[in-house]
Structure formats: C-alpha cells, structure tokens
C-alpha cells in the first residue's frame, strides 16, 4: 500500500453533527476470547522449499537469513541471484517461483503491474553513493572530480537497481550523458562493479552503501545521489504454490531479531518489521454492520497469509468501551460503523490515520406491504405506530438515529413510540420485525447495508438527506506489533472482489480500487 493511502486523512460526513456519546462500558465475556488467543500456541509448521529470485546486492544478507530459517524450521530457500532486472526477466518466463527481492522497490511495483508479483513485504533500506577506493587516493569529493579525464570510474548496468536509479538521477541533473560516456564498464550488477573498485584499477563507482560496505569500500555522498533512496520488498510472486509459506518467509526477513538483525549487521538501514511469530494473530473489532460484507474476505486472507483472525463483531458504542478503561482491549484493525465511532479524541489517537473505505444509508423497514402506508421517517411519530430503534449509547445506528430524528424535529413523537430500543445490533431489529407475532413492530430504522437478506419478506422506505448515512472508516492500531500483516488486510479489504462484496450487500463504495 503506498503511503498516501495509509495516510488519507479522516473527515466527518458534510453537515453531521459529532454526536455525544456517553458509553456505557458492558462486560460481555471478551476478556475470556482475548485470553484464549494470547494462550493460543502455532501448530509446528511443515516442510517446504522455497524459490527465491534474490538481487546479487542482497544475496549475502538473504543467504544468511535462510540459513538460520532452515535451521529454525526445516525449510530450505533455493536462491537465484543476478541483477535486479535480468531476475524480472526470468520470472517472466518462469513457471514457478515464490518470492522475487530486487534490490529496489520499483522493480517489485513494475512486476506488480505486470501481474508478476501479488503483495509485498518491506524488509530494510539502502543509499546510494559513490564507492571509492580505502583512504579516497583520488581525494574525490563532487560529481566534477569523478567526471576529470584521469578518473577510471564504472557503473552499473541499468538492469540493477543501482544502475537504473542513478540514470534516473543524473538524468534529473543533467549530467547522465557525460557520465555514461566517460565510464569505463558498465558490469551488470552492482557486487561486480564493487569488486573491480576493490580490486582492479577502477578509481570509483555509483552503488548502495550496503555493497561499498560489504566490499570494504570507502564512500561519498554526491548532493545528486541525495534522493537515491532505495526501498528492498520481497514480492510474493503469483506463480507460489504456496503462499502462506513464501509470506512466512518474508515476514522472518523483516522481523527485529531475525532477517532485521542481519541485514543491519550489513549495514542496511532497518525498516519497523512486525513482530515474528510464525502464525500471526490479528484482532479485529468491526460494527456487526460490515459482517456479512468482510466475512468471507477475512477467511481467504487467513489461509492466504497462513495467519489467524479474531474478528469482535459488535455495536460500535460497545466497541468503544472496551478500547476504554483500565483493562481497555486494542485491537490490531479497527473497522468503525461510522467516523463519529473514531473520531473521539481518547479514541483517534490509538489509530493511524484512518481510510475511508464504504457508506450506507439509514432506512425504514416495514412489514410486507405496509399495512400501515408509512411513507416517510416523520410518519413514526404518528399514534400507534410501533417502532423499533438501536441503541443510542452502546450503537452507531442508534447515535445516528437520535440525530435524525432530533434534525428533523420529531426525537421526542418518535421515541414515544419506541417498543424496542435497547440492541445494540441493526440485525437484531432486522429479526425482531421479520419475526412478527401478537407484538410485531411496524417499522424500525436499520442500515439499507443490513437489508440484504430479508428485501424479499419486508418493505423498504428511504430516508433522504445527508444525516442519514453512516460512512465506515478502517484505520490500522498505532502501537499493532503486526502493522504490515494489518496493512495488507487493508489492501485485500480494497480489492475489486471485496468492493463487489460490500455492494452487493447494500453499501456504496468510498475506497480505492485495487487489482
């Protein structure tokens, strides 16, 4: 997921008021579930053998890290090294393979597009700078002194990640064409450059501080290599047979004190890996609403990821008041019926910023033909009429409610009339209607989202205006220790396959789209 996505700022619906939300904070046995996951143990997991297409800047740290993982579980990493982009090139014609690390980011973006790769898992950074020979005998300090005519400098092929970057950024200076004609070789990946500086009469090279370290080079960093940045992923390529596996391996690259260790050992810059466990658990709090929408989604990223889900499906109201309290639960993924259940100021600080993903509609139902000819939401305010409304405190819908029927002026008429009003769930007054009996309810208000199953057995009024719809955010815990395993849950919440989910269930779409 890239950055600007995680980072979409949060809004309130145009012209809804924050409504207050005194919780009432209710046991109901959570404690009990939150427990049986932290006692939960991994079961041992099996044998398997792993194709890696690894670029050669990488393949000492990547060797060393499967080494230890072999030793840990019994699973033996097949490497192929070479440049970053020859290694592409071959995955293209491959028919099998599990995980593709090149030595930058791009490369794993355009295999992305290309339909190579699925999903990646950040693993460290790199810099690029000038490789120069110990003790700097030229005394090379600029762009200038490596271009002067008695300088014997190479680069790397642009097939190697270091090759293709500094293109790119020369280019951006204006300097790429006399650069590329004074170099002396242009070897095709970026150890062989570091190696004719180390030992041949080659004075210099373009390569990634990790490399010029490893070579026991000394370096310089050029004001037009500033920006040279590079961003290692391991891509999970679609040709896996097995993709919990290929994941496992790639989260054991990430993690502090596994592939962390090693690849700041060599001098990598370490990115903020989740936690290892070789089963991940997530904890998920989501509003009851979004459940039939997610359900199926949350199973295929469990066997996907090989990890485990604990979903808490309740009204928001009661959500937050287990996020609260002495003994408050934080759940990895929060999934808020709506952004009024996020944006508290005890409760926002918990999360990134949150992603807008769906909204729905706030409607009445009534029973099959109407008996009652109810037409509009002022109608529940009528005489007689027996409705049934969420609860104002521990639920999003029944917030929502208060503030729509208190806009239009009918909250007192209405709740005179209220016979059922204390769930905390859309679907129990979805129930409570259908089911009927001496004590029917006419009318409740629910979300059009819950309405999915049940359009062909009751009526369907919509309520117009802006302040009745309920807009869901999804925002990632701040403190999660598995914030990478969240994110791509994010993701595969955002697919095209999941929007067709949440459409066909009633809501309307707000997220990205993605493949």
Not at 221 to 248: C, H, I, N, Q, Y
Not at 317 to 333: N, Q, T, Y
Request: net charge neutral.
């Amino acid at each position: 997921m890239s950055e600007s996505a995680r980072s979409t700022r949060l809004s309130l619906r145009p012209g809804a008021a924050h409504p207050a939300l005194p919780i009432v904070i209710a046991s109901i046995g959570i404690g009990a579930v939150i427990i049986g996951v932290l006692a939960w143990r991994p079961n041992p997991m099996p044998e398997h053998s792993l194709t890696v297409y690894c670029a050669a800047a990488l393949e000492s740290s990547v060797k060393a890290v499967a080494q230890q993982y072999e030793q840990d579980y019994g699973v033996h990493v097949n490497l192929q090294a070479g440049s970053s982009g020859s290694l592409a090139a071959q995955i293209r014609s491959a028919t099998k393979g599990d995980l593709y690390i090149p030595a930058d980011d791009s490369f794993n973006q355009d295999a992305h597009a290309a339909g190579l790769v699925a999903e990646t898992v950040p693993l460290a950074k790199m810099q690029l700078v000038l490789g120069i020979k110990p003790g700097n005998p030229r005394h090379l300090a600029s762009l200038d002194d490596l271009l002067k005519p008695e300088i014997v400098f190479g680069s790397a092929n642009a097939t190697a990640a270091a090759g293709k970057m500094t293109k790119e950024l020369l280019t951006k200076a204006n300097r790429w064409e006399p650069f590329i004609a004074a170099a002396k070789v242009v070897p095709p990946t970026i150890t062989e450059l570091a190696l004719a500086v180390q030992t041949s009469n080659l004075d210099a090279g373009p390569m990634w501080d990790v490399t010029a370290k490893q070579f026991h080079l000394d370096t310089v960093p050029l004001p037009e290599f500033a920006a040279g940045k590079s961003l290692v992923t391991a891509g999970v390529l679609k040709t896996t047979a097995d993709s919990a596996a290929a994941l496992r391996f790639a989260r054991y690259l990430a993690a502090p004190g596994k592939g962390e260790r090693e690849f700041t050992r060599a001098g990598f810059q370490p990115i903020d890996g989740d936690v290892w466990e070789p089963q991940p658990t997530l904890v998920v709090f989501s509003g009851g609403i979004q459940r039939l929408a997610i359900k199926d989604t949350l199973a295929e990223f469990e066997k996907r990821e090989g990890c485990r889900i604990n979903v808490i499906y309740e009204g928001c109201g009661v959500l937050l008041g287990m996020m609260r309290g002495s003994d408050a639960k934080r759940p990895d993924v929060y999934f808020a019926c709506d952004v009024s259940f996020l944006t508290p100021e005890d409760i926002q600080p918990l999360f990134n910023p949150a992603h807008i993903m769906t909204e729905t509609k706030l409607v009445m139902l009534t029973q099959k033909g109407n008996p009652l000819h109810l037409e509009k939401v002022e109608d529940l305010a009528k005489p007689g009429v027996k409705v049934g409304v969420a609860h104002e405190q521990l639920s999003a819908l029944g917030a929502l409610t208060k503030i729509l029927l208190k806009n239009k002026g009918i909250y007192d008429g209405v709740r005179a009339n209220v016979r059922s009003g204390s769930s905390p769930k859309a679907d129990f007054l979805v129930t409570q209607i259908l089911t009927g009996g001496a004590d029917a309810l006419d009318a409740v208000i629910v979300y059009e989202a819950s309405t999915s199953q049940v359009r062909d057995k009751l009526d369907m009024i919509p309520i117009p205006g802006a302040d009745s719809r309920a807009v869901q955010p999804l925002a990632v815990g701040r403190n999660s220790q598995h914030q990478e395993l969240a994110h791509r849950l994010e993701e595969a919440l955002e697919t095209a396959k999941s929007k067709q989910r949440f459409e066909q269930v009633g809501f309307q779409w707000r997220a990205e789209d993605r493949p």
